[in-house]
């Protein structure tokens, strides 16, 4: 029996010598840059009994793994197509089992570096609709964040609260209705200050023709983002296919006798105006929220489209006439070149407050029927 216990113990001392071998072989191997010999190692010591809950086994398999996602040679990257989420499980099992804080230093700036790879991983798999893949990268990326130690993951704007909004939008991309929706909620819940969430939630409770639930996001949206036109716009869409406009212009009204230096309420009953085919009064409130904002950008942009718009549909018209309506080609020009005179203030306005290129188009194609060439290149 003796010899029996003897020889167990004998061919556990040298499985285990033997698996120690194996982490000192991988620094050896990675030294010396033989990474698939390296990457075998880190392998067969990350799953062994006796090394599997050995930090220093981690911060070398977190090293050989960084070493070959990050290196030059594509044939060098191409032995391990995981190697980056591979090695920041690494670096986080490596700190995770450091009890004494032995190998603190020596992980926490690679866990980083590898953090940032990691979220760039994660982009790529979403790209290539690999979507499980992706997950699990966020994943990881949520399981480094408490040894984020100097807050350098946090700086690369790697956060609990980003990760949730990164995880919303890929389950979005993948057409995954109810983890979307699930995440969208989670979002919500937390407060997350992104209007992409309620004007992506609308849209898809629209396909789903919900408009209940779509009509609840927008208030809730509005509470955040009282502003936000695309919000509004659905909005009003809304009450224009129920053909409840009138109700909504008669809420509008209500609250500007209440508040009649809201800018914000003179602009939204202005574009209820505008759907509904009022272009007088549409005018009038556009042009009543910019004399209370006059450095108001968006308004100042659906006030410039507003003639833009105009200009095109007189344009329109223009080219449908036949060639002996004189009168009316002459009366239509005129209304083109009045039109998109009074659109370009207002354009510019907007460009000087965000140099969004749909106002620049906008402002070069204005100019460019004008005949202002020089002006026009200007925003080509």
Known sequence: MKKIILFLFISYSALSFSQSMQVQNMFNYLRNKEYEKAKSSADAASIHETTKLSSKMWLYRGNV???????????????????????????????????????????????????????????????????DNAIYCLELLELSLPFDFDQGIKRNNITKEKLLFDKFDLYKFAANKSKTIEYANKLIEANYKDSKIYTDMVKISLMDKDTSAALSYIEK????????????????????????????????????DLAPDNELLHAVL????????????????????????????IINFKLGAFYFNLAAEFNKK?????????????????????????????????????PDKAYKQRIFQAYSRLGETEKALKYK
């Open 221 to 256: 949206g509005k509470i955040m983002f009282e502003d936000n036109m695309t919000l509004i716009g659905t909005e009003i869409d809304i009450f224009l296919a129920r053909k409840k406009i009138n109700e909504l212009k008669d809420k509008l009204n209500k609250a500007i």
């Open 65 to 131: 793994y960084k070493a070959i996602y990050s290196d030059t040679s594509k044939k060098v990257r191409d032995i391990d197509l995981a190697a980056e989420e591979k090695a920041l499980e690494a670096y986080i099992n490596c700190l995770k089992y450091d009890k004494d804080v032995i190998y603190k230093e020596d992980a926490k700036g690679p866990l980083v570096l590898t953090a940032a790879a990691t979220r760039n991983k994660s982009n790529y798999y979403k790209q290539n609709k690999e979507f």
């Open 270 to 297: 202005g574009q209820v105006y505008e759907k509904s085919g009022d272009l007088v009064n549409s005018e009038k409130e556009y042009l009543k929220a910019l004399e209370i904002k006059p450095d108001y950008e």
């Open 318 to 354: 223009l080219n449908d006439l036949p060639p002996k309506e004189t009168v009316k080609s002459k009366d239509y020009n005129e209304k083109i070149i009045d039109n998109f005179k009074k659109a370009i203030p207002f354009l510019e306005k907007a460009f000087e407050t965000n």
